[in-house]
C-alpha cells in the first residue's frame, strides 16, 4: 500500500492542481530555498493530510495555495483557472484561529457572505444551519475571548463553511488543543466532511492524525521542501485507532517519515510536464 | 484622564463560564464604590483644609479662601451676590467653551481618525505626509498662536483651529499606531472571506484599530480643555478661558480658581462620557475595557 504511486482515476475530477511551484524567502545572508518543485493533483471530495517535520515547508505551500503568499514559479490552479489572490473557493482555518474579536460568533460566521452582499435572509438562515453544525447554537452571542480554544476552533470552521467555500484549507487547526478536544474535533471534522462533500487539505506534524483523518497523505521533506511521496489510506471510517492495521499503516508512515534519506518516489516525476 | 484609568490592570478575564454577577455580590459592590469614593476624597480634603489654613495664618489677600471661591462660584453660577458683570454668568461662558472645545475636537475626530486609518494602511500616503507631519508635530500648538491669530482673526475660530491642532494629533496618531498593530492574520481572514478593498476599512480596519482610537479620543479630549484657555486669550469676550484672563487683569483670584475648577470638573466628566463610550464600543476586549 505504502509505495503505490496515486494516479487519479479518470472518474476523479481534479479541483486543485500544482504544478511545479518553487518559493524563495529574502532572507539576511541570500534566499531560502522554501519550497522546490511541488506538484500535486486533488481531486473534488478529497480529503489530503500533508504530513511533514515542522520547516519543511508545509504552511508555505498552503499560503501559496490560499492566495497570501506569491509563488517564485510555477503555478496554482483551481478548477483551471490560476490562484493569483485570496479568494472565498479556497477558505482557511488558522491554528491560531484569526477569529474577529468584535464580533459574537454569530457575526463572525456571517462575516463572509455580509461582505459578499448575500441578501440577509439567507445569511441568517445559513448562520444558524452551521451554528447548529458546529454545536454552537447557544453560544452564538458570546465573543471570542469567551470561548475555550476548541469552540474558537469550531466558529472558525463555522466560518469558513457559512462562506460556501469550495476547498477547506486548514493549518494545524487542532495543534494548540489539549488531547481530549482533539480527538471530538476530528471526529466532528469528518462528519462535516461527510456532510458537505468539500474537498479538504489539512496540514499536521502527527501521523497518527494524518492517518485517521487522511484520504490520500502527502509526505513532505525539508530542506528545500519537497513532496517525498503519497499514500493512499483505504482504511475503512470510522477508523479505530487501536486496530493492526492502523498502527502498521502508522508505523510505516513514521518509518517514511523519519528516513529522509534516498530521495524518494518523487510524485513531481509523474505528475509533471 | 485619571492615573487610575489611564494604568488600570486588565480586568480579571472573565472566562467561558462568564456568567451574571449574583445579587448576593450587589452589596459589597456597593461598600467597595463607597470606599472608593471615600479614599479619592481624603487628598482633596487635606488640600482644602491646608488651603484654608495658609490664608487664614499668612493673612494674605491675594488668595481667597476656599469659602470665598464658593460664594463667587454661587454668585457665577446663579447671581444674586455681587451683582456684577460676572453674576450669573456661568451658562453662556461654559456653553461657549464647550462649543469650541468639542467643535475643535469632532474637527480633529473627523479628520484624525480618516487620515490615521488611511496613513496605516496605504504605504503611498504614507510615505507622502508622514515626514511633514512628523516635522510639524514638535511644534508646540502655542507657537501657532500668532499665526492661527493671522489666519482666523481675533475671536472663536482661532481658539476652535488651537484646540483642533491640539487634539488631532493625538487622535492620528494612535489611529495609525492601532492600524499598524493589528494582527495581519485578520486582514488575510477578511481577504479570504471575500472582504475587498475599501470594505476592509469599514469591516476589518477600524473595528481593529479601536482600541487604540479610543486612547487618542482620550488623550485629545484632555488637550482640547488644556488649549480652550490658551485659545481664549485670543481676544473672546465669552468662554471660561476669558472669564480666567479677565480675572488675572482685575485681580479677581476668586475667579481665577471658579473658573480652573469648572474646567477641571468637566474636563473629568467628559473624559467619564468617553470612557463609558470606550467601555461600551470595547465590550468584546476585556484588555480594554478600564
Ligand atoms: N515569511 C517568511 N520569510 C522568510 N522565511 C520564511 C517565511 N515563511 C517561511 N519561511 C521559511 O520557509 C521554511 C518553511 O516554513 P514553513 O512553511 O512555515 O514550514 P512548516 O509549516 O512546514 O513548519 C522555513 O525554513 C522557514 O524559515
Ligand atoms: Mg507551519
Keep these: 500500500m505504502l509505495d503505490t504511486p496515486v494516479t487519479p482515476t479518470t472518474s476523479a475530477l481534479p479541483i486543485l492542481r500544482v504544478s511545479g511551484l518553487h518559493k524563495e524567502f529574502p532572507s539576511s545572508n541570500g534566499m531560502v530555498e522554501a519550497l522546490r518543485g511541488v506538484s500535486i493533483t486533488i481531486n473534488k471530495g478529497e480529503f489530503i493530510c500533508l504530513l511533514g517535520a515542522s520547516g519543511c515547508g508545509k504552511s508555505t505551500l498552503l499560503r501559496i495555495i490560499a492566495g497570501f503568499e506569491k509563488s517564485t514559479r510555477g503555478s496554482v490552479t483551481v478548477y483551471g483557472a490560476e490562484v493569483d489572490s485570496p479568494g472565498p473557493d479556497r477558505g482557511m482555518v488558522f491554528q491560531d484561529y484569526a477569529l474577529f474579536p468584535w464580533l459574537t460568533v454569530r457575526d463572525n460566521i456571517s462575516f463572509g457572505p455580509r461582505q459578499r452582499g448575500v441578501p440577509t435572509p439567507t445569511v441568517v438562515k445559513e448562520t444558524e444551519r452551521f451554528l447548529d453544525m458546529v454545536g454552537l447554537t447557544s453560544f452564538a452571542d458570546r465573543y471570542p475571548h469567551q470561548l475555550s480554544g476548541g469552540m474558537k476552533q469550531r466558529v472558525a470552521i463555522a466560518r469558513v463553511l457559512a462562506n460556501d467555500t469550495d476547498i477547506l484549507l486548514m493549518d494545524e487547526p487542532f495543534g494548540a488543543l489539549d488531547a481530549l478536544t482533539r480527538s471530538k474535533l476530528q471526529e466532528e471534522l469528518i462528519a462535516i466532511w461527510k456532510a458537505t462533500k468539500l474537498t479538504v487539505i489539512f496540514v499536521t506534524h502527527s501521523v497518527e492524525e494524518a492517518v485517521l483523518l487522511a484520504d490520500q497523505i502527502v509526505v513532505m521533506t525539508a530542506g528545500p521542501g519537497r513532496i517525498d511521496c503519497q499514500i493512499k489510506v483505504d482504511l475503512p471510517r470510522p477508523r479505530d485507532v487501536s486496530s493492526p492495521e492502523f498502527n502498521a499503516l502508522r508505523r510505516d508512515v513514521t518509518r517514511r517519515l523519519t528516513s529522509h534519506v534516498s530521495g524518494g518516489r518523487s510524485i513531481a516525476a509523474t505528475a509533471d510536464s | ?290
Excluded at chain 2, 492600524?179 to 477578511?190: I, K, N, Q, T, Y
Design chain 2, 1 to 290: 484622564m485619571s492615573l487610575e484609568t489611564a494604568v488600570a490592570a486588565p480586568k480579571s478575564g472573565s472566562g467561558a463560564g462568564a456568567a451574571k454577577t449574583p445579587a448576593g455580590k450587589a452589596a459589597p459592590r456597593l461598600w467597595g464604590r463607597l470606599k472608593a469614593i471615600a479614599l479619592a476624597s481624603v487628598v482633596p480634603l487635606c488640600l482644602l483644609f491646608l488651603w484654608d489654613f495658609m490664608v487664614r495664618r499668612t493673612g494674605t489677600r491675594l488668595i481667597p479662601p476656599p469659602s470665598g471661591v464658593a460664594t463667587m462660584m454661587w454668585d457665577f453660577a446663579f447671581g444674586g451676590i455681587y451683582d456684577d458683570a460676572y453674576s450669573g454668568s456661568l451658562p453662556i461662558h461654559f456653553w461657549k467653551s464647550v462649543q469650541r472645545v468639542y467643535g475643535g475636537f469632532f474637527l480633529a475626530t473627523a479628520t484624525g481618525i480618516p487620515l490615521g486609518l488611511m496613513l496605516g494602511r496605504i504605504p503611498l500616503l504614507r510615505a507622502l505626509l508622514d515626514p511633514m507631519l512628523s516635522l510639524l508635530r514638535p511644534v508646540p500648538v502655542t507657537a501657532w498662536l500668532p499665526l492661527s491669530m493671522i489666519f482666523f482673526g481675533l475671536g472663536p475660530k482661532s481658539a476652535i483651529f488651537l484646540v483642533f491642532l491640539g487634539a488631532f494629533y493625538p487622535i492620528m496618531l494612535n489611529t495609525v499606531f492601532g492600524v499598524r498593530s493589528v494582527d495581519p492574520r485578520l486582514f488575510e481572514a477578511a481577504e479570504m472571506l471575500g472582504c475587498r478593498g475599501s470594505q476592509m476599512f469599514r469591516a476589518v480596519v477600524l473595528p481593529a484599530a479601536l482600541p487604540s482610537i479610543f486612547n487618542g479620543l482620550r488623550l485629545g479630549a484632555g488637550f482640547a480643555w488644556i488649549l480652550i484657555v490658551v485659545g481664549e486669550m485670543t481676544g473672546v469676550p465669552e468662554g471660561l478661558g476669558a472669564v480666567i484672563m479677565d480675572g488675572r487683569t482685575l485681580s479677581r483670584t476668586d475667579l481665577v480658581i471658579t473658573g480652573m475648577i469648572i474646567i477641571g470638573v468637566t474636563g473629568y466628566v467628559s473624559d467619564r462620557i468617553l470612557l463609558s463610550l470606550n467601555n461600551y464600543f470595547l465590550r468584546w476586549s476585556p484588555q480594554h475595557n478600564a
